[in-house]
């Protein structure tokens, strides 16, 4: 598919290469789906050399650790559970083992499409103890949330989460301070941001003096973006500004946030690569911690360590690009994943590997 032939996207990539741009800027984007659109669409290789597009820590199921993957699988291995998650998290490798591989040992483990589905399960079956995998950032915390209310006011007493969610915005900061790692700007993401607004950015733009541009998914879309970061950069202004429109609002989804934050207060969260990062993690109020697996199913800590050789940790930082790991594509492909780049739909490893593999 040559998408030049689209003559919006030829006029947005013209006006790219006549910005003519002195030295190499690095736009980081940090929504999975972004990675895999830009992939996808070949826009890394219709775009001007001196415009690098590098992935972040977008992918919910890249960035959960080791150690909670660790941790479900003691549980499952623990206690006689029926565990429910979205299915990227099956084939994420632990330490030891992985859900797919206690699923074939025969433990109840089962793949869903939304929270409901758990808590519909536990409803139906009062003698098994539900525990349903919460992971996701600010897009999907709400149904959780909404899941959490509902367990509550039914007073559903067999169904828990293990809650690996995650904040964005925090986790933005944390990149900007680390010196080896060159951000000009962040190409930010949509669906996230239609929950939390715009106003979030304006302090990282302030601060760290880089363009923020919220962004939509279509290849026009982030092209346009990366024109509206460009002109800023060439015009020596650091604003945020929405692309995503017409989906977008500066004050994102009021009804959504105040739903999160019935139910869950900001803690510290450890991301895969970047470390614990305070404020980047949500945890249940005390009036549901009825609901926390954490609690509720004790596990003893395993010491979790990372797939030797797996370079995750830095391609989730921008650090590294896929094809700088020595194991990518020999060794580690999506039928036999290492790391959780590889495995999930929208991890960075897996991106280049399904789309860029000739093009590196
Ligand atoms: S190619 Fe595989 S092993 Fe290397 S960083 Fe990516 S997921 Fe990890």
Known sequence: MNILTDKNIKHIVESLYKS?????????????????????????????????????????????????????????????????????????????????????????????????DALNFAKQNPSR?????????????????????RAYTEKINNFFIYNVHKLIPEALETLLKDERIKIDAFLCPGHVS???????????????????????????????????????????????????NR??????????????????????????????????????????LEFDAKIHFPVKKIRSKEPPGCQCGDVLKGIKKPFECGLFSNICRPDNPIGPCMVSSEGSCAAYYRYEQLKV
């Open 129 to 149: 103890k539900v525990i349903f995998l919460a992971i996701g950032f600010e897009t999907t915390i709400p149904l959780t949330s909404v899941v959490i209310k």
């Open 247 to 288: 989906v977008v609002r500066e004050e994102g989804n009021p009804f959504a946030i105040k739903l999160i934050y019935e139910i869950f207060d900001k803690t510290d969260s450890i991301w895969r690569g970047l470390g614990n990062i305070p404020d980047s993690g949500l945890k249940l109020k005390e009036d549901f």
């Open 20 to 116: 003519n741009l002195s030295e190499s800027i690095s736009i980081m984007e940090v929504c999975g789906t972004h990675t895999m659109a830009i992939s996808k669409y070949g826009l890394r290789q219709i775009i001007p050399e001196t415009i690098n597009l590098i992935s972040g820590p977008g992918c919910p199921v890249c960035v959960t650790p080791a150690s909670d993957i660790d941790t479900i699988l003691e549980i499952t291995e623990n206690y006689d559970i029926s565990l429910f998650t979205f299915g990227d998290m099956l084939h994420v490798p632990g330490s030891r083992s992985s859900l797919y591989n206690k699923k074939s040992e025969g433990k109840d483990i089962n793949i869903c499409y939304s929270p409901l």
């Open 194 to 244: 239609a929950i939390i607004g715009s106003t979030h950015y304006n302090l990282i733009a302030e601060k760290y003096k880089i363009p923020c541009v919220i962004s939509g998914f279509e290849p026009f879309d982030i092209l346009e973006s990366i024109d509206m970061i460009i002109k800023q950069i060439k015009n020596n202004k650091h604003e945020v500004q929405i692309q995503y």
